[in-house]
């Protein structure tokens, strides 16, 4: 003779947790995940992002964006050494760049120049600031870039 099994009251109950227990698990992972090229709200190409980053007062928001250097100013030589130019985007607005050359080489840029930059974004004032443009030497994240003719500094 067949047994039945009895069904257990909470059964229907546990059903929505595990789910829940899944998507938060998989939400987590995908945090994990690096989101090179991903367009999320705290990471984008080109003008529009900064403008965003700018108006919000963001700190540390990933960007790529390019531009002409109109400004070259002297290397930062207090603590780490910075390269240090102005950036026009082609709307007008302008950011610091400032390149830590002891971890990545000196671009060897000009007034002028064009060139595309992927860092970090510091907003200040005057317009922001766009950092770690240079290889991570931990390994822990990405790092960012600049490109000037054809060539990487990182």
Known sequence: MKTLRRRSATAPLLAPRWLAGLFLFAVSAWALIPQ???LAPDHGTGEEAVL???HRQAEEVPVEV?????????DDLQGSRHQRFILQLDGG???????NID???KVPA?????????????????GGVVHWTHHDPRGRRAGGWIRH???LYR
């Open 52 to 54: 965003q980053a700018f």
């Open 36 to 38: 090179v090229g991903c």
């Open 66 to 74: 390019e531009g002409e250097i109109i400004r070259l100013l002297s």
């Open 93 to 99: 607005h302008t950011l610091l760049i400032s390149h």
């Open 103 to 105: 971890l990545a080489p």
């Open 149 to 151: 003719r054809g060539q």
């Open 110 to 126: 000009e007034l002028g120049d064009r060139v595309v930059v992927h860092g970090d974004y510091v907003w200040n004032e005057r």
